[in-house]
T-cell receptor, first 115, second 114 residues
Framework: SQQGEEDPQALSIQEGENATMNCSYKTSINNLQWYRQNSGRGLVHLILIRSNEREKHSGRLRVTLDTSKKSSSLLITASRAADTASYFCATAPADRGSTLGRLYFGRGTQLTVWP | GAGVSQSPSNKVTEKGKDVELRCDPISGHTALYWYRQSLGQGLEFLIYFQGNSAPDKSGLPSDRFSAERTGGSVSTLTIQRTQQEDSAVYLC????????????FGEGSWLTVV
C-alpha cells in the first residue's frame, strides 16, 4: 500500500501540553499534507510540505519531513481543547504513472485534549 | 462558490435502491476527487477527474459505482442497487491542478443504507 500510516492511532493529553503525531509512507513523494477532521465531516487542510523541504511552521503547528526515512511528524504546541479532532497525513506520490494526481490518506490519529 | 458543496448532507435509503450524490467544486478547480470514509476509518479513494482527461476510476469498489463530471464542473456519484456495506460518508474534494496541491473538501454526504 502507498498509504501513509499515522502513529499513534489515539493520543490523549492535557491542555497546554504538546502533541506529536507521526506518519510513515512507502513510496517517493512530491509532497505530504496534514489534514484535520472534526466529527467525521469534511477535512480541513493544515499544512503542505514539499519533498525538498525539511521543516515547516504554521502558527502552533510544526511539520517535519525526513524523506530518507519516509516519515513526517506533526507537532501541535500548547494544545487546546479545541484541537480535539482526527489528524490525517496524505501523500502525493512522485510516481508519474496511474497514481498521478491521487492523494493517499492514512487512518488518522484521534487526538483528545482535556481541559 | 466559496467552498466545495455537496448534497444531500444526509441520505437514508433502502437496500437495493439507487442513490445519486452531487458535488459542486470550487470555481476554477480542474481536479475533482471522490473519497469514501467508513466509521472510524481512513479515506478510501474512489475516483479522480482532471480537466478533460479520462478519469482515474481505479478506486471504485464495484461496477455498481459510477461517477461523471459534466462541463468540467459539477460531479455526480451514482451507486446502483445499494448494499448495507455502502453506508459511509462520501467526501468530495477539488484542487487547482493535479500536481499534489492542497485539496479542499466538502462536508460530505452521509449515506445510510437500511
Amino acid at each position: 500500500s502507498q498509504q501513509g500510516e499515522e502513529d499513534p492511532q489515539a493520543l490523549s493529553i492535557q491542555e497546554g501540553e504538546n502533541a506529536t503525531m507521526n506518519c510513515s509512507y512507502k513510496t517517493s513523494i512530491n509532497n505530504l499534507q496534514w489534514y484535520r477532521q472534526n466529527s467525521g465531516r469534511g477535512l480541513v487542510h493544515l499544512i503542505l510540505i514539499r519533498s525538498n523541504e525539511r521543516e515547516k511552521h504554521s502558527g502552533r503547528l510544526r511539520v517535519t519531513l525526513d524523506t530518507s526515512k519516509k516519515s513526517s511528524s506533526l507537532l501541535i504546541t500548547a494544545s487546546r481543547a479545541a484541537d480535539t479532532a482526527s489528524y490525517f497525513c496524505a501523500t502525493a506520490p512522485a510516481d508519474r504513472g496511474s497514481t498521478l494526481g491521487r492523494l493517499y490518506f492514512g487512518r488518522g490519529t484521534q487526538l483528545t485534549v482535556w481541559p | 462558490g466559496a467552498g466545495v458543496s455537496q448534497s444531500p448532507s444526509n441520505k437514508v435509503t433502502e437496500k437495493g435502491k439507487d442513490v445519486e450524490l452531487r458535488c459542486d467544486p470550487i470555481s476554477g478547480h480542474t481536479a475533482l476527487y471522490w473519497y469514501r470514509q467508513s466509521l472510524g476509518q481512513g479515506l478510501e479513494f474512489l475516483i479522480y477527474f482532471q480537466g478533460n482527461s479520462a478519469p482515474d476510476k481505479s478506486g471504485l469498489p464495484s461496477d455498481r459505482f459510477s461517477a461523471e463530471r459534466t462541463g468540467g464542473s459539477v460531479s455526480t456519484l451514482t451507486i446502483q442497487r445499494t448494499q448495507q456495506e455502502d453506508s459511509a460518508v462520501y467526501l468530495c474534494a477539488s484542487s487547482l491542478v493535479w500536481t499534489g496541491n492542497t485539496i479542499y473538501f466538502g462536508e460530505g454526504s452521509w449515506l445510510t443504507v437500511v
